[in-house]
């Protein structure tokens, strides 16, 4: 990487730092350093809360997600528009109403503690879990680009957030995140600029929309019903509906920015900015993801995206065999190249017989480049049987290193760095905020001074960093980075849903009903998840979210009024 591109990532990121560390250096006592001085305005409460979604993962393993298998990614978000007009509707003003700190405190008043706590600590292990994969995606580039050890590269990134969290608080998080999310759109807009731009003479826009077009990458919905299928417009609708009202109803590290909200207002057209907002951004990633794809037909991509993979297997007694495979991958290179070219001339005459013949020889090509690609796989597993041979996360960063111009690739450094400061800042903090609110000045140790939870605060900020390193350490153990963070919420996300919609809209149900019927649901949804990954069923990670809410609710009426209609209905004295 260039002086330039060094300049230009680092003064990006340290000029979001110092901004942020000078806009909060007053902060002195735990109710500013947890939630601001609730004062935002309803765009900072919007690019707040998409920042925090927006984690590196996003900008690396969502490109990766397109290259391999288009658009369809995007039903994932579907339901997003609709899950944010019902917490506008019904969530907000109950938190508002009760000037909470985190989402968890209603349910004591709800409940009791025991399900205050219980709904806390699921947060607290699925958000925990997750804050480590933020911290491992960027980690990913900086080993990859400095050849350093991954776990140097992991430890080295989760220090300098963590310092960065435990200076400002969620203060730093918020009013840094407007600037951050102003640095990712323009970075990712000027990648896929760069990327149209790099497509051989002859080939626009049009052409290599139409191109992908012709290999199955355009296509958004999939009208298909089918439990195993991750992304079609059923799981998506429902399961996904659910996945995101739980995540931004009651997950802490989005509770924390609306509730950080000048009004009701203001964080009601927070949460609809984000709504509008978020879907397009994610089409644009996506898309900019199917171009890179369009270029590498062209271009000849690495035979494996993972330098590190394939540098073992150069060292070792297969070195031949893969420089074999890398001559036969030259020439299928070549093939696509035709191939495509043939099918861009074809598609401009509108030559149906011509299109099909070029799309079929691309195919060929296509599948020719896949045999042999899965070929070096076998090598790299040979080689290390513990290597993860999935490379996906890696295809958007190998083309901003190899094809950006000097400058853009700082750039892009600095929005997928940016992405990574934003949410892993945004999880410290509630995962310390509610660590602090709903555990430790709640049952632990109440009644200090302000001054002790202020100091303690900053202490759980640095508990939860080296939580969230020690998960980053094994993160690679995921195919795919964009849905482990997924199916790591789903695994939590619909009972903690559940728990809330009791809590709502049934009001007879009490505590002992709905801690029952929680308990339960997670256990059968953690095991339907083990069978569901042994492949004993066959069930989508995103249904787990349905299943989480409906199952905790069903049984927590159960537990409380259906018991008791059903000894009616059998002629069993209720007492």
């Given at each position: 990487m260039s002086t330039i591109d060094w300049l230009v990532m680092t003064g990006t990121l340290a000029a979001i730092v110092i901004y942020g560390v000078l806009k909060?250096?007053?902060?002195?006592?735990?109710?500013?350093?947890?939630?601001?001085?609730?004062?935002?305005?309803w765009w900072t409460i919007g690019l707040s809360v998409m920042a925090t979604q927006a984690s590196a993962i996003t900008f690396l393993s969502t490109p990766g997600q397109a290259y391999d298998s288009g658009l369809g990614f995007a039903q994932?978000?579907?339901?997003?528009?609709?899950?944010?007009?019902?917490?506008?509707?019904?969530?907000?003003?109950?938190?508002?109403?009760?000037?909470?700190?985190?989402?968890?405190?209603y349910l004591e008043g709800r409940f009791d503690i025991r399900v205050r706590t219980m709904t806390a600590l699921l947060f607290l292990i699925q958000r925990g879990l997750a804050a480590g994969i933020t911290i491992y995606a960027p980690a990913i580039i900086l080993s990859s680009i400095l050849d350093w050890p991954l776990g140097l590269t992991i430890f080295l990134i989760g220090?300098?957030?963590?310092?960065?969290?435990?200076?400002?608080?969620?203060?730093?998080v918020s009013v840094t995140q407007k600037q951050q999310m102003i640095v990712i759109l323009l970075g990712m807009v000027a990648?896929?600029?760069?990327?149209?731009?790099?497509?051989p003479d002859g080939v626009s826009l049009p052409d290599a929309?139409?191109?992908?077009?012709?290999?199955?990458?355009?296509?958004?919905?999939?009208?298909?019903?089918?439990?195993?299928?991750?992304?079609?417009i059923w799981s998506a609708m429902l399961g996904g509906t659910f996945l995101f009202l739980s995540y931004f109803g009651t997950d802490q590290s989005q509770v924390q920015r609306y509730l950080s909200g000048k009004s009701l207002t203001e964080?009601?057209?927070?949460?609809?900015?984000?709504?509008?907002?978020?879907?397009?951004m994610q089409f644009l990633v996506l898309f900019i993801g199917i171009m890179v794809f369009v270029f590498f037909l062209f271009t000849p991509p690495p035979i494996h995206f993972?330098?590190?993979?394939?540098?073992?297997?150069?060292?070792?007694?297969?070195?031949?065999e893969l420089s074999v495979l890398e001559s036969e991958y030259e020439l299928a290179n070549k093939t696509s190249d035709q191939a495509s070219t043939a099918l861009v001339e074809a598609l401009k005459t509108e030559n149906e017989a011509s299109i099909g013949s070029a799309k079929s020889n691309l195919m060929v090509a296509m599948d020719a480049r896949r045999d042999i690609s899965s070929q070096v796989d076998d090598l790299i597993t040979k080689v290390d049987p513990e290597a993860i041979t999935e490379d996906r996360d890696y295809v958007f960063i190998t083309f901003i290193i190899n094809y950006l111009p000097i400058g853009l690739v700082g750039l892009l450094l600095a929005v997928i760095f940016s992405a990574a400061m934003s949410s892993t800042s945004s999880e410290l903090s509630a995962l310390a905020t509610t660590t602090l609110v709903d555990i430790y000045r709640r049952s632990l140790v109440p009644g200090k001074e302000d001054r002790h939870y202020f100091t303690a605060s900053k202490m759980l900020t640095i508990m939860w960093g080296c939580v969230a390193l020690g998960f980053a350490a094994v993160a690679n153990?995921?195919?795919?980075?964009?849905?482990?963070?997924?199916?790591i919420g789903s695994l939590f996300y619909g009972v903690i849903l559940g728990v809330f919609v009791v809590a709502f809209f049934f009001k007879k149900v009490g505590s002992k009903s709905v801690l029952s019927g929680a308990i339960i649901a997670e256990t059968f949804v953690a095991l339907t998840f083990i069978a569901s990954y042994y492949e004993y069923i066959d069930l989508a990670y995103l249904w787990l979210n349905l299943i989480g809410c409906v199952l905790t609710v069903g049984l927590a009426w159960f537990f409380s009024s259906g018991s008791k209609l059903i000894k009616r209905m059998m002629g069993v004295e209720v007492t």
């Open positions: 909060t250096r007053s902060v002195d006592n735990v109710k500013s350093y947890l939630m601001g001085d609730r004062d935002l305005k994932f978000y579907f339901g997003l528009p609709i899950a944010m007009v019902i917490l506008c509707v019904f969530v907000l003003p109950i938190y508002y109403k009760l000037q909470v700190y985190t989402a968890y405190e220090i300098v957030v963590i310092f960065y969290t435990v200076m400002g608080g969620t203060k730093a990648a896929g600029v760069v990327v149209v731009m790099k497509l929309v139409g191109v992908a077009g012709q290999l199955g990458k355009l296509e958004v919905i999939d009208f298909k019903f089918d439990l195993n299928d991750r992304y079609n964080s009601r057209l927070g949460l609809l900015f984000n709504g509008i907002f978020k879907v397009p993972n330098t590190a993979n394939l540098e073992k297997v150069r060292s070792s007694e297969y070195a031949t153990l995921f195919d795919n980075l964009i849905q482990a963070v997924n199916i």
